[in-house]
């Protein structure tokens, strides 16, 4: 899945889009989706100066984008259906290590549990091989207007 179908499922723009490709999904069940991470993106400029990383909250995001994702492919839905997936919360998150530019995230989701209008699920993000982050997810989909 490239960036344009991505644009039909999450409502998110530059600079706030986090997923670049989707390489694997199994509907109902999981996605792997790419992030790169580049240095002209604009968190770099205060995270920090003289030594760029990635925020970790922003790890996270890009997590719940590939969840999003997830459940809008799972039920065959887009934008234009006017619904969205908020990340209504996170649990066990834990940070191994720090992403920096250049690297490219892997961002793995398994949904452990889907209901009518939410999704729970582990997410986990790799940098070469390496487990970067790993977290529980909770998605809550909602009715809205674009």
């Known amino acids: 899945m490239d960036i ?10 530059y ?21 790169n991470v580049t240095i ?3 968190q770099f400029n205060g995270h920090f100066p003289g030594n760029p990383v990635f925020p970790g909250v922003m790890i996270v995001e890009a997590l719940a984008q ?7 492919k799972s039920r065959n839905r887009t934008l ?7 990340l209504a919360g996170t649990d066990k ?23 009518n209008h939410w999704l729970k699920a582990t997410g986990k993000a790799y940098v070469d091989g390496q487990l970067v982050c790993s977290t529980s997810l909770t998605c809550a989909e909602q009715k809205v207007t674009l």
């Open 93 to 115: 998150t834990k940070f191994k290590r720090s992403v920096v530019p250049g690297d490219q995230m892997r961002l793995e989701v398994e949904i452990t549990n889907l209901r």
């Open 66 to 72: 590939a969840s999003g994702i997830l459940a809008f």
């Open 80 to 86: 234009a259906d006017g619904y969205v997936y908020y």
């Open 4 to 13: 344009n179908e991505i644009c039909q499922l999450l409502p998110h723009r």
């Open 15 to 35: 600079p706030f889009l986090l997923v670049d490709r989707v390489v694997e999904f199994e509907a109902d069940k999981r996605i792997v989706a790419i992030k």
């Open 40 to 42: 002209n993106e604009p």
